[in-house]
């Protein structure tokens, strides 16, 4: 197991050098040269050429590189600090530090200080979705396998197509103008402020509700399908014509072995909730992480887009990282000692 998990952190260690440089050579070769980039479109010539040459950009790619990854694990100094430039880019965490993302253009400050508030709102979102998600499609989907073609069944597929072909953007209109505009019980907006008019829970509810609708009947689909695979196993038919209670079957025979499959797709929805509700935070003005990085990339800020992207991968790689680890527990046939 230990020796699984330590290949499992070595590949996810790798993964993330290949995408960080990916990331870096991509916005490297965006037009313009990075000291126009970082100092905005209304610095002078003269500016650019002094924090050009700061930076050495005429450098090849793979020099700069690592300096930038020097500056993002603190081993070096942030050039962009340095008082003689005059730039007024000062971090309250100093000029040294892990985790070092740089300078934020748009909004005027340490990409931290943005970043991690911003992160920290879409986890909120996200829990709350994926906390009504799993249980809702466990159950349902469960319920829908166990009597394969029943009403319940048939409902459930019906159900479960529709709602997954609605995009986010048609459904967060639909449920704007019926709770919003016709019958007023719900704000159109969920900023995270207003709290005198409208509460924090009320602000929550359309844009929890265009997550659940959206992803419920994907997950559900998979729960249903795994469970009626294995209601036809021969150990389930055994364990049922030996008399053992149907409850009794379905809990410690079937249910654990239905749920192998849908696992891995369970936990999928945690990048994509974390880092794919781009729409329901647009659609709704939340001041998510999601919103936050498609400002960036608008507004042409690099060092937000480059942070944003590698926590991406971060979320992606580490939930990958908890699904081998959990799939190896759920399956003893694969598990490692």
Request: proline share 5%; net charge neutral; glycine share 8%.
């Amino acid at each position: 197991m230990v020796v699984f998990i330590l290949k499992r952190l070595a590949m996810m260690a790798v993964t993330m050098f290949v995408a960080s440089f990916i990331v870096f050579a991509l916005m490297e070769f965006t037009p313009g040269n990075v000291a126009s980039k970082t100092l905005g479109p209304y610095a002078t010539k003269e500016q650019k050429d002094i924090l050009f040459e700061k930076l050495q950009l005429d450098d090849p790619l793979i020099t700069r590189y690592v300096r930038w990854v020097g500056v993002l694990t603190g081993v070096t100094k942030d050039p962009l600090q340095d008082p003689e430039l005059g730039l007024g880019f000062e971090d309250p965490r100093g000029d040294r530090y892990f985790g070092n993302f740089g300078w934020s253009l748009k909004y005027r400050g340490p990409v931290n200080d943005t970043l991690w508030r911003r992160l920290e709102n879409t986890l909120i979102l996200a829990g709350i979705a994926f906390a009504i998600i799993v249980p809702l499609s466990l159950v349902f989907g469960v319920l829908s396998g166990m009597r394969e073609g029943s009403m319940l069944d048939r409902g459930l597929s019906y159900t479960s197509i529709t709602l997954t072909s609605i995009p986010e953007f048609a459904s967060a209109v639909f449920l704007t103008a019926v709770f919003v505009l016709l019958l007023g019980w719900l704000p159109g907006t969920a900023n995270m402020q207003n709290f005198e008019e409208w509460s924090w829970a009320s602000q929550m509810v359309l844009p929890v509700a265009v997550l659940v609708l959206y992803d419920f009947g994907y997950v559900a689909r998979m729960v249903r399908g795994s469970m009626v695979e294995v209601m036809t196993r021969p150990y389930i038919r055994t364990a049922i014509l030996k008399g053992i209670p149907y409850r009794q079957v379905i809990l410690k025979h079937a249910l654990r072995n239905a749920l192998i499959a849908p696992f891995t797709v369970i936990l999928l929805q945690i990048p994509f909730l974390i880092t794919g509700v781009v729409v329901t935070e647009i659609a709704f003005g939340y001041p998510g992480f999601g919103k936050m990085l498609l400002e960036s990339a608008l507004f042409g800020d690099i060092t937000t887009v480059e942070a944003a992207t590698l926590i991406a991968v971060f979320i992606a790689v580490s939930t990958q990282l908890i699904g081998d680890v959990g799939y190896m527990y759920i399956n003893p046939r694969i598990r490692f000692t």
